[in-house]
């Protein structure tokens, strides 16, 4: 393998130049990577491209002969016509799941951005420490996490009460509550994001599910940006006599945008299309487009409706990527 | 104002200066929260971070009335005796255990392998590498696990979904976050210390085998452990490519609807605790080595 040979050490090795022919030099990289790529390519792309064909084919498994047809002279749109009809006109599950994933999102960046900035900038000899606490929760199976949050949030339990007592359910739902004047709103929301006296099999405990979820995806890559300014340009900022917020928004916080692009996608992404949260927490009105699919292959067996649906969450995604990735300037994310 | 000289409209300002008091008790607190803002903001996050780790924990001594063990009822350590005693968490956890081992150590060679080919060398089709590692981690789980399922119903081996596919697909997803780990290690090496092993007529060989690889083996090893967990706590494309087979997740999430036994918050709480003896105990002694030093 090699590392780039010191000027002196080539000259000084002759046997080495002779061991290895220059030739061999230029196939290396591409030996180390065929393994691995062959994996992906067999097991990533190949089922993607085998999505899509089902997309476009017709039958089901559990009826007639449970095989599938397709034809490229017959290709089945219908299954998109359908898959639309079924899950963003009659049913909002498709601007649900973004909904739910966008306020996700958001909620995770306001929690995680001073968390990383701590670790990134207040924390001392504590850094590694805090690291391996923002891990942690890693370790413990996240159903058994997510189930937990069905305790916390019991009916009338300590955390319900104090919510309720001091006002905030009963206004998160009256300023979500919005029946006629926003329609598409009210739809995905019919009854306020919360109920005053509950928040399990709510909206909210989706969302706080999820938030949960992808917390560490968020605080990681904040982190790993934070940790990159150099503190300098924050100390310069501040001797030109701009308070500590104008210093925080003009200087660090765009510093910290390729963390706050890679965090939000990590986040957002994942959570677009989790199946877990909705079906833990929220009730059965919560459904996410995780469950549609989920569904449609397990207990329907419409395969061809179902990677449709697939299909079809993931080129709403990648055009929300590609959007959001240009409009934030931040090309490189790997 | 303007025919006011300098001196009078010092004195002006002077006197409207409300007189110095020393701060009181109340406000020197405030003022410390108020500085120290951004650090409790932290710590609350860390604290909802932390607190379902501490129910799962906190559950699993409980004695719980019926079958679901969401109300605190009496404690107990009836669940911590009997874990083991329960088969389907045992044969569950095996299996996660089995299939998590096999994919954690092929996806981190193989992910060793493209870092190393990534960060060391330039070549053809380098950005096409870096955006086939990033699409599985840019892409829903259930978007993966659905296409898995869709190859392997197309290429009729629905009968054959097991272990073994569970396993191929943990491999597929784990690859790009050894990737992305191991090459961020290779990125931060410092190539001085490999000329320097040359300069000392090391062939390249040598040179890898006693200062490269060493240097990179800490990221491999991190890599090798968040793939274990990832592995270990995968439910969604398991969930997809499982067939009839139980893995703990799986396990826990069919027990979700008739109630998860304590059992299964002990697994979890062992996990927990494992898992932060490992990362922990070399961080400790470190720490220990430095203060002695």
């Given at each position: 393998?090699?590392a780039?040979?010191?000027?002196?050490?080539a000259?000084?090795?002759?046997?080495d130049?002779?061991?290895?022919?220059?030739?061999a030099?230029?196939?290396?990289?591409y030996?180390?990577?065929?393994?691995?790529?062959?994996?992906?390519?067999v097991f990533?792309?190949i089922?993607?491209?085998?999505l899509?064909k089902?997309?476009?084919?017709?039958g089901?498994?559990?009826?007639?002969d449970?095989s599938?047809?397709?034809?490229?002279?017959?290709l089945?749109?219908?299954?998109?016509?359908?898959?639309w009809?079924?899950?963003?006109?009659d049913?909002?599950?498709?601007?649900?799941?973004l909904?739910?994933?966008l306020i996700?999102?958001?909620?995770?960046?306001?929690?995680?951005?001073?968390?990383?900035y701590?670790?990134?900038?207040k924390?001392g000899?504590?850094?590694n420490?805090l690291?391996?606490?923002?891990i942690?929760?890693?370790?413990?199976s996240?159903?058994?996490?997510t189930?937990a949050?069905?305790?916390?949030?019991v009916?009338?339990?300590?955390?319900?009460?104090?919510?309720?007592n001091?006002?905030?359910?009963?206004f998160?739902?009256t300023v979500t509550?919005?029946p006629?004047s926003w329609p598409?709103w009210?739809?995905?929301?019919?009854d306020?994001i919360?109920?005053?006296n509950?928040v399990?099999a709510?909206?909210?405990?989706v969302?706080v599910?999820?938030?949960?979820?992808?917390l560490p995806?968020m605080?990681?890559?904040?982190?790993?940006?934070?940790?990159r300014i150099d503190?300098?340009?924050?100390?310069a900022?501040?001797?030109l006599y701009?308070s500590?917020?104008?210093?925080?928004?003009?200087?660090t916080?765009?510093?910290s945008?390729?963390?706050?692009v890679a965090?939000t996608?990590?986040?957002?992404i994942p959570?677009?299309g989790?199946p877990v949260?909705?079906q833990?927490l929220?009730?059965?009105?919560?459904?996410?487009?995780?469950?549609a699919?989920d569904a449609?292959?397990k207990?329907?067996?419409?395969?061809?409706?179902?990677a449709a649906?697939s299909?079809l969450?993931?080129?709403?995604?990648?055009a929300m990527?590609?959007?959001?990735?240009?409009?934030?300037?931040?090309?490189?994310?790997v | 104002?303007?025919?006011?000289?300098?001196?009078?409209?010092?004195?002006?300002?002077l006197?409207?200066?409300?007189p110095?008091r020393?701060p009181?008790?109340?406000?020197?607190g405030s003022?410390?929260?108020?500085?120290?803002i951004?650090?409790?903001?932290?710590?609350?996050?860390l604290?909802?971070?932390f607190?379902?780790v501490?129910?799962?924990?906190?559950?699993?001594?409980?004695?719980?009335t019926g079958?679901?063990n969401y109300?605190?009822n009496?404690?107990s350590?009836?669940?911590?005796?009997?874990v083991?005693?329960?088969?389907?968490?045992t044969?569950?956890?095996?299996?996660?255990?089995e299939?998590?081992l096999?994919?954690?150590i092929?996806a981190?060679?193989?992910g060793?392998?493209?870092?190393?080919a990534i960060g060391?060398h330039n070549f053809?089709?380098?950005?096409?590498?870096?955006?086939?590692?990033?699409?599985?981690?840019a892409?829903?789980e259930?978007?993966?696990?659905?296409?898995?399922l869709?190859?392997?119903?197309l290429?009729?081996?629905?009968g054959?979904?097991?272990r073994?596919?569970?396993?191929?697909?943990?491999?597929?997803?784990s690859?790009?976050?050894?990737?992305?780990?191991?090459k961020?290690?290779?990125?931060g090496?410092?190539?001085?210390?490999e000329q320097a092993?040359?300069d000392?007529y090391?062939?390249e060989?040598?040179t890898?085998?006693k200062?490269?690889?060493?240097l990179?083996?800490?990221?491999?090893?991190?890599a090798?452990?968040?793939a274990?967990?990832l592995s270990?706590?995968?439910?969604v494309?398991?969930?997809f490519?499982s067939?009839?087979?139980?893995t703990?997740?799986?396990?826990?999430?069919?027990?979700?609807?008739?109630g998860?036994?304590?059992?299964a918050n002990?697994v979890?709480?062992?996990?927990?605790?494992?898992?932060l003896?490992?990362?922990?105990?070399?961080?400790?002694?470190?720490?220990?080595?430095?203060?002695?030093?």
């Amino acid at each position: 393998m090699s590392a780039a040979p010191a000027p002196g050490a080539a000259a000084n090795t002759p046997a080495d130049d002779v061991a290895r022919p220059v030739g061999a030099h230029k196939w290396t990289p591409y030996v180390l990577l065929t393994p691995g790529m062959l994996w992906l390519g067999v097991f990533f792309i190949i089922p993607t491209v085998m999505l899509v064909k089902m997309s476009l084919s017709s039958g089901t498994a559990f009826s007639g002969d449970g095989s599938f047809t397709f034809s490229r002279s017959d290709l089945q749109w219908s299954n998109y016509g359908d898959a639309w009809t079924k899950y963003v006109i009659d049913t909002p599950i498709f601007q649900k799941s973004l909904i739910y994933a966008l306020i996700a999102t958001a909620l995770t960046l306001v929690i995680a951005y001073p968390l990383a900035y701590t670790i990134a900038f207040k924390s001392g000899r504590w850094k590694n420490f805090l690291l391996v606490l923002v891990i942690a929760p890693f370790f413990t199976s996240f159903l058994l996490r997510t189930n937990a949050w069905q305790t916390i949030l019991v009916d009338s339990g300590p955390v319900v009460t104090f919510m309720e007592n001091i006002g905030l359910l009963d206004f998160l739902h009256t300023v979500t509550n919005i029946p006629d004047s926003w329609p598409s709103w009210a739809q995905i929301f019919p009854d306020g994001i919360t109920d005053p006296n509950r928040v399990l099999a709510t909206p909210l405990a989706v969302i706080v599910g999820l938030a949960y979820n992808f917390l560490p995806f968020m605080t990681l890559p904040l982190y790993a940006s934070l940790e990159r300014i150099d503190i300098r340009f924050i100390e310069a900022a501040t001797d030109l006599y701009s308070s500590a917020w104008t210093a925080f928004r003009k200087v660090t916080f765009p510093l910290s945008l390729p963390g706050v692009v890679a965090g939000t996608l990590l986040t957002f992404i994942p959570a677009a299309g989790d199946p877990v949260n909705a079906q833990l927490l929220g009730s059965a009105s919560d459904a996410m487009m995780g469950n549609a699919i989920d569904a449609q292959f397990k207990s329907t067996g419409n395969y061809p409706l179902a990677a449709a649906l697939s299909a079809l969450l993931m080129a709403v995604i990648v055009a929300m990527v590609t959007v959001y990735v240009r409009r934030a300037g931040t090309e490189e994310l790997v | 104002m303007s025919t006011m000289t300098i001196d009078e409209r010092r004195a002006q300002a002077l006197a409207e200066m409300p007189p110095y008091r020393e701060p009181g008790v109340f406000s020197r607190g405030s003022r410390w929260v108020r500085s120290h803002i951004i650090q409790f903001c932290a710590a609350g996050a860390l604290l909802f971070m932390f607190i379902p780790v501490f129910v799962v924990v906190l559950f699993s001594f409980n004695l719980p009335t019926g079958k679901y063990n969401y109300v605190w009822n009496q404690f107990s350590t009836s669940a911590w005796v009997n874990v083991w005693s329960d088969t389907e968490i045992t044969n569950s956890l095996t299996i996660s255990i089995e299939v998590a081992l096999i994919s954690t150590i092929v996806a981190t060679v193989l992910g060793t392998l493209i870092a190393f080919a990534i960060g060391r060398h330039n070549f053809r089709g380098r950005g096409g590498t870096n955006l086939l590692i990033f699409m599985p981690m840019a892409t829903p789980e259930v978007v993966m696990g659905s296409s898995l399922l869709t190859l392997f119903v197309l290429a009729q081996q629905e009968g054959s979904l097991g272990r073994i596919t569970i396993t191929i697909a943990h491999i597929m997803f784990s690859i790009s976050f050894v990737v992305v780990t191991v090459k961020a290690r290779i990125a931060g090496l410092d190539s001085r210390l490999e000329q320097a092993a040359m300069d000392l007529y090391a062939d390249e060989k040598t040179t890898f085998a006693k200062v490269t690889f060493p240097l990179v083996l800490p990221g491999i090893v991190a890599a090798a452990m968040l793939a274990f967990s990832l592995s270990f706590d995968d439910f969604v494309i398991t969930n997809f490519t499982s067939g009839q087979t139980v893995t703990f997740p799986m396990y826990i999430w069919g027990a979700a609807g008739r109630g998860i036994p304590p059992e299964a918050n002990v697994v979890g709480a062992i996990m927990f605790g494992l898992a932060l003896v490992v990362v922990l105990v070399p961080e400790i002694i470190r720490g220990v080595r430095k203060s002695r030093a």
